[in-house]
């Protein structure tokens, strides 16, 4: 059974069950914890490479993302430490807020801020929270897809963050998640209780060439309780990455999702959230820009499956080099869901004749009391544009730079005002860096 | 307000088209599909040679082909193809005149109004029973044109240099499933080529009629538009209404050479008891202009991508289509621009309705090869849905390979807008002929591109079907 399995996906990576449990042992982890990491595992070890037909995976090879082996030393906790403290520190400058950064390492302590302390946040290892974690695994659940599945039975970094009934916390939890190891397995898991509101930032970087990260963040928002989630994916050149985000909303639950995705080499974010409660509202503000030959393919979901619910994505693309990216998009609106408004929208601006964007925006609608539009363009710069600033002798990089902006600034304008000024920085290094290059 | 009950669309289907002749054939092959069968139709027909071993050669690919992995599974898992009868030929040899068609075959065309059409504003028809042309005949003046236009079985006796020139260069049989299985068992259909700078000014018109239950229809259409000349193609196409599922799995191909213009309408109104799986494309040289105008009413399951490759600079490719999808339809249609050349342009406008519990897919794809420079496309697919199970899906597909290209998507999806509705009602319009209004006034960008007689007939099934509709 065990060689028809391997031949039915060859490459896949194997892990044992022994491997599991000794990491669940140097882990000290309770007993139902450890259940879950079975589960995935029989579902890692009994799934196939996922469909290239399915619109998911058409244009990028899963073997590609996956690491070639998974030996169990890479596994364990105790054999790694950061490749570059210094990266680390760096990334950690990266955002102008104050406060300190949790660390999702394997051997954390994590500590908060006395604000947060008092305020009642929780913020625990996730091998040895004593919190209650029924939700563990139940918005990205076993039978996801094959790199869900790795992370659920492998994770080695796990971080709970708890925002209590009610709370209400003005600062930003940023949450650094660095890619220390050959192999990264992190995990995130937020709840947001019922009414309370809270910002968590989440920075992936670190790593190089030969750095494999596979991540999954599960995030709930409970009733009319509001969550603003920036994902900052900054990975170091050569990473390849792989990260899935499933953020669940209550009753009228509120979530601001804002993606600066950068970083890495293979890129592979698949970011949803499911509207499972009436009146529930998510609003998406991405910006993605590609340099080189990165390969980014981002795909994104809003799934209402309870009726008035809204939604509203933005995802705006620039691409210099030889970089390519791919977006795929899902809003359905289940059949139990009228009354629901959904609408998406992608851009893609080329900056270099190499460049190469795919862009699948796609409908699912099961009912008829609703209001859903996409939208999707492909463009280079209008030289319109150029030539109105040329006059006003503004060429080159410079005005390249403004253009680029201008196309961006509906976008970055969205962003809360406490995350724009460190989002609007970052964008603008970037660019300096992108257009710099011509 | 409460959404009142909408009857179907094609409520008097069964009257008007459902009938069923007895059946007569002077062939009739087993259900089955296999190298036996492939041979018997070959040598009946007294093909040559190449002919014969292509269609062994895509039974081959059809059989070592999976079933598609995407679309409706669960209506594609349903077909039984070891429950088809693959060719049927019916009584009589083909006439060129009315008068010479086998009565009972009349009686079919007469009812679904082919000759009174023809007389009317056609400049020429065929009319396909089951798997071979009954009927065909062409206006004098084209025929002195030397435009020739024949069904595709005549087209290979009479004029095989170039049927062998072009057939199966645009869709082999090894493209999918599907047109594997028309190569295979392909019978009649269309063949039509215009010599250069000829217009032909009315429009050609095939009609395709299913009669006998498990019956596959596999009809092969070719044209071929030549330098500088027009053409406009129409067919239409019914069945009865049977208990058991038929079959129809066209490939159609058209060649517009250096400025040459085709126009290909189809009004598809098969019985919800006929999978309509086809595919269908068209290759655009220099300065070409290639138009699909696609509506699709009947079927139980329908998955139709009509294609345009821009191959020549300044072609040009437009998709028109309207799907309606009621109770137990599938209208899984879409459009495929493929920019191959540099200064080409594009549109698609898709419209869709589902009603009831029918459910229609937008499915589309807009590529631009690297090199295509200066390329301009726009796709845009509305969908109206009436009735809180109605179903909409929409999957465009961009990939675009060149930077200097102008790429733009737009879909939206609602319902029967009520203030709309409350404005007609203030006018004084009931709710019947507020809901007819509304919907007309959506399809008709499409209603618009038909030949008159067509439009008509659309606007009378688009009125049926909003009949009533007052619960």
New interface residues.
């Given amino acids: 059974m065990a060689d028809q399995a391997l031949l039915s996906s060859p490459g896949k990576p194997v892990v044992s069950e022994k491997d599991i449990r000794t990491l669940a042992e140097v882990l000290h982890e309770p007993p139902d914890v450890s259940e879950s990491r079975r589960e995935c595992l029989s579902a890692y070890q009994s799934a196939d490479w996922p469909?290239r037909?399915?619109?998911l995976w058409r244009y990028t090879d899963p073997r590609r993302v996956m690491p070639e082996q998974l030996k169990p030393d890479q596994l364990m906790p105790s054999q790694r430490m950061p490749s570059s403290a210094s990266q680390i520190e760096q990334a950690k400058d990266l955002l102008p807020q104050e406060g300190p950064a949790v660390l999702i390492t394997p051997n954390m302590k994590p500590e908060v801020n006395a604000s947060a302390r008092e305020a009642g946040v929780v913020l625990e290892s996730l091998s040895e929270a004593r919190e209650d974690l029924a939700q563990l695994g139940q918005a990205v659940r076993t039978d996801h897809g094959l790199f869900e599945a790795l992370n659920g039975a492998a994770w080695n970094a796990g971080l709970l963050v708890k925002i209590p009934r009610g709370k209400l916390l003005a600062e930003p939890l940023r949450v650094l998640i660095p890619a220390m190891a050959s192999t990264n397995l992190p995990r995130l898991l937020v709840v947001v209780e019922d009414g309370a509101s809270a910002t968590v930032v989440e920075e992936h970087v670190g790593g190089n060439a030969g750095t494999h990260s596979i991540g999954v963040s599960e995030l709930f928002v409970g009733t009319a309780a509001q969550l603003r989630h920036v994902i900052v994916q900054q990975w170091g050149a050569g990473v390849v990455g792989h990260l899935t985000t499933r953020t669940h909303l209550e009753r009228d639950a509120q979530l601001f999702t804002v993606l600066a995705s950068f970083g890495g080499s293979v890129v592979k974010l698949d970011l949803g959230a499911a509207l499972t409660g009436e009146g529930a509202q998510s609003e998406f503000m991405g910006v993605a820009l590609g340099e080189g030959r990165q390969h980014f393919d981002h795909h994104t979901e809003h799934r209402h499956i309870a009726g008035h619910t809204w939604s509203n994505l933005d995802f705006k693309v620039a691409l210099t080099g030889r970089s390519r990216s791919v977006y795929t998009g899902l809003i359905r609106i289940e059949?139990n869901a009228?009354g629901s408004e959904a609408y998406q929208e992608n851009r893609?601006l080329?900056?270099?004749?190499?460049?190469?964007?795919?862009?699948?925006?796609?409908?699912?609608?099961?009912?008829?009391?609703?209001?859903?539009?996409?939208?999707?363009?492909?463009?280079?710069v209008d030289p319109e544009q150029l030539f109105y600033l040329a006059s006003r002798s503004i060429s080159g990089p410079d005005a390249l730079r403004l253009v680029v902006r201008g196309y961006l600034e509906n976008t970055l304008r969205r962003i809360p005002a406490g995350l724009r000024d460190g989002i609007e920085s970052l964008v603008t290094e970037r660019l300096t860096r992108l257009v710099g290059e011509h | 307000m409460k959404a009142s009950p909408i009857t179907d669309l094609n409520q008097d289907y069964k009257a008007k088209y459902g009938f069923h002749d007895p059946e007569e054939y002077i062939h009739k092959a087993p259900k089955g599909l296999s190298h036996e069968v492939v041979e018997m139709i070959s040598r009946y027909k007294q093909e040559p040679d190449w002919m014969r071993r292509f269609r062994h050669e895509a039974l081959d690919i059809f059989l070592a082909k999976p079933m598609p992995k995407w679309g409706n599974q669960e209506l594609l898992g349903s077909i039984d193809f070891d429950n088809i009868h693959y060719y049927l030929k019916p009584q009589g040899e083909q006439a060129s005149s009315w008068d010479d068609v086998p009565e009972n075959i009349k009686r079919t065309f007469d009812r679904l109004g082919v000759p009174e059409a023809e007389r009317k504003f056609l400049a020429g028809v065929t009319a396909q029973y089951e798997s071979e042309v009954v009927y065909h005949s062409i206006r004098e003046d084209l025929a002195k044109q030397n435009v020739l236009f024949t069904d595709m079985d005549s087209g290979l006796r009479e004029h095989p240099e170039i049927v062998r020139k072009y057939f199966a260069t645009i869709i082999p049989p090894t493209d999918n499933k599907f047109a594997a299985l028309n190569s295979a068992v392909w019978s009649g259909g269309s063949f039509i080529y215009v010599p250069p700078h000829t217009k032909v000014e009315i429009p050609l018109q095939a009609y395709f009629r299913i009669n006998a239950e498990n019956m596959g229809q596999f009809e092969r259409t070719l044209i071929i538009a030549d330098e500088g000349s027009s053409v406009h193609y129409i067919e239409g196409c019914t069945a009865p209404v049977y208990s058991s599922d038929s079959l129809h799995s066209a490939v159609v191909e058209l060649i517009a050479l250096d400025s040459a213009h085709i126009r290909y309408t189809t009004i598809q109104n098969w019985s919800t008891n006929v999978f309509n799986l086809v595919t269908k494309r068209a290759y655009a040289h220099k300065d070409a202009v290639v138009e699909w105008v696609d509506g699709n009413l009947g079927s139980k399951l329908t998955m139709k991508y009509p294609a345009i490759y821009l191959m020549g600079e300044r072609a040009h490719g437009e998709v028109l289509s309207v799907a309606f999808a009621g109770d137990g339809q599938h209208q899984d249609a879409g459009a495929k621009m493929i920019h191959a050349a540099p200064n080409t342009t594009s549109r698609i406008i898709s419209k869709s309705i589902s009603k009831g519990e029918g459910r229609s897919s937008y499915r589309g794809l807009v590529k631009v090869a690297k090199g295509a420079e200066n390329c301009k496309t726009s796709v845009e697919c509305d969908a109206l849905l009436i009735g809180e199970k109605a179903r909409s899906d929409t999957f465009p597909t961009m990939e675009i390979a060149e930077d200097d290209v102008k790429v733009e998507h737009e879909a939206r999806v609602s319902k029967l807008a009520e203030e709309q509705l409350f404005y007609l009602q203030s006018r004084g319009l009931d709710i019947d002929q507020a809901r007819l209004m509304i919907v007309n006034g959506f399809i008709e960008p499409f209603v618009r591109e038909l030949p008159m007689e067509y439009a008509v007939e659309l606007n009378r099934l688009i009125e049926l079907e909003m009949e009533g509709s007052i619960g």
């Avoid at chain 1, 004749?353 to 795919?358: F, I, L, S, T, V």
């Avoid at chain 1, 009912?367 to 999707?376: F, I, K, L, N």
């Fill in positions: 469909d037909v399915q619109h059949e009228p893609n080329m900056l270099s004749e190499k460049c190469r964007a795919d862009t699948i925006p796609e409908l699912e609608i099961l009912t008829d009391e609703v209001s859903c539009s996409h939208g999707a363009t492909v463009a280079p």
